[in-house]
């Protein structure tokens, strides 16, 4: 790079690391270098560059080895950097080379550590040519329909659409009745319920070859709706599943995933119009129980649903949607704007989610706190399983909903509380990647503290370490 005198330096990621290693204040280095704070603070967001007389005043008083300072980074170097995004594995990413070179400069660690870890992965892959992806196709489906925001207005407006010619063909008439007509006269279908006997693993099954869809009778009713809705969208909307799932281009082994979500999808909105429901949400300051009795449909349906209401000229609440089971292991996450927990791991212990499993059916709430300083309300309930075997207790998945807490005054669910000064639980992501110390319910040291364990002394948290 061109270091001439006419070269303006945006040097403030790196001078703020320093800083930061010097234990320094903003306010105590403006005052060794002689500047004003304000100052400091525009150099080190890059809307001032550095300027050489400054550079050189830094150098004498901190002793800093100008060359390293000034450096195009550190080990990561801009070909270095394109040569591993143009792996096939950030497909579809398109980092510009503007932002390259910026992170260089401005983040030489995180760089660093970057190509780091790609190359280890490379490595691995070299060695083990059939070792699986980093993402399984149940990551790579969730990441996808997270990074639309779990939002798919094409899909939305086709089943609005539907909902209405079922409405027109059947006045009156509850969704099943509608469903199972439409199947049988436009598409030659059958609905049959089988004993469990008969169904064996499955809860729905589709016949092409006699025509007839097969459902469980362990399907409650807003299962079996929810079964016809998604077989009404298979066969009259295969076009446009197919060709969604053809721009999302999935690697291998996501495919039928992917098919299978964006189905489920449209079934939603068929079941669940936008319009209706987000009026209907809105105006019932979002009371699940009643869109679960206007829409005939179950607690998890009405909730998930609530996740999808980005439309932007009839936007609802940006609620995130947690669905785990009794030993923690989560099977669904979904988001209409930020999601506050970690994609590895598990909840944290001390959000309500968990508890739960303690009063089954009923709703509890709880406003929470992450580490970034951002609080949430969120509910929680429990759910019953879809579909059960010999060894399924009853109430054994748990759902938990929220969202920001400047949205929890449009909830019913919120009233009564004093949310501008509310009772708080502080909370985590997955114990490996939380800070937050003391614990007492820490299930796993964190991977970037050093553990403190003193001989002398017991700490609530079986993995005391330094704050800060």
Not at 384 to 389: C, H, I, M
Request: glycine share 6%; charged share 25%; aromatic share 8%.
């Amino acid at each position: 790079m061109d270091r001439g005198a006419d070269h303006k330096l945006f040097l403030g990621g790196r001078l703020k690391r320093l800083r930061r290693q010097l234990s320094l204040t903003q306010t105590a280095m403006a005052g060794d270098l002689g500047v004003s704070p304000s100052y400091l603070n525009h150099i080190e967001r890059n809307q001032r560059p550095l300027s050489a007389q400054l550079l050189l005043r830094l150098a004498q008083t901190y002793d800093v080895d100008l060359r390293d300072f000034t450096a195009a980074g550190g080990d990561a170097s801009e070909g270095a950097m394109v040569e591993a995004l143009a792996d096939p594995l950030f497909q579809g990413l398109a980092v510009p080379r503007h932002e390259v070179v910026q992170a260089i400069q401005d983040q030489p660690a995180l760089s660093d550590a970057f190509l780091r870890l790609y190359r280890a992965f490379a490595d691995r892959r070299a060695r083990d040519p059939d070792a699986p992806d980093p993402d399984s196709p149940a990551d790579w489906v969730r990441e996808y329909i997270q990074a639309r925001k779990n939002h798919f207005p094409e899909f939305d407006t086709l089943g609005e659409a539907l909902a209405q010619t079922l409405e027109a063909e059947t006045p009156g008439e509850p969704f099943e009745t509608r469903a199972r007509a439409r199947l049988l006269a436009r598409h030659g279908l059958s609905v049959r319920t089988l004993p469990v006997e008969v169904m064996v693993e499955w809860t729905r099954r589709f016949d092409p070859h006699r025509g007839r869809l097969l459902l469980s009778e362990t399907l409650g009713p807003a299962s079996r709706a929810f079964a016809l809705a998604y077989q009404l969208a298979a066969v009259e909307q295969a076009a446009e599943i197919e060709a969604a799932v053809q721009a999302a281009a999935p690697p291998q082994g996501a495919r039928g995933l992917l098919k299978t979500a964006l189905t489920n999808t449209l079934a939603a909105a068929i079941l669940m119009p936008y319009r209706a429901f987000h009026a209907l949400a809105e105006d019932s300051g979002y009371d699940i129980a009643r869109l679960q009795a206007r829409f005939g449909v179950s607690f998890e349906q009405a909730a998930h649903r609530l996740t999808t209401l980005s439309r932007p000229t009839a936007r609802g609440v940006p609620f995130f949607l947690m669905r785990v089971d009794q030993a923690g292991n989560v099977s669904k996450r979904f988001a209409a704007g930020a999601f506050p927990f970690s994609r590895f791991g598990g909840a944290c212990p001390r959000w309500r989610l968990h508890s739960a499993f303690r009063t089954p059916g009923r709703i509890v709430t709880q406003i929470v706190e992450t580490p970034d300083g951002v609080r949430w309300f969120t509910l929680a309930r429990t759910v019953e399983r879809q579909g059960q075997d010999a060894f399924t207790e009853g109430h054994d998945l748990a759902i938990g909903l929220g969202c920001e807490l400047s949205q929890a005054r449009r909830l019913i669910h919120a009233r009564g509380l004093d949310l501008a000064s509310p009772e708080v639980t502080p909370i985590g992501p997955a114990c490996r990647l939380c800070p937050r110390h003391p614990c007492a319910e820490r299930a796993a040291p964190p991977i970037d503290r050093a553990l403190a364990v003193d001989d002398w002394a017991k700490s609530i948290s079986p993995y005391p370490f330094a704050a800060g």
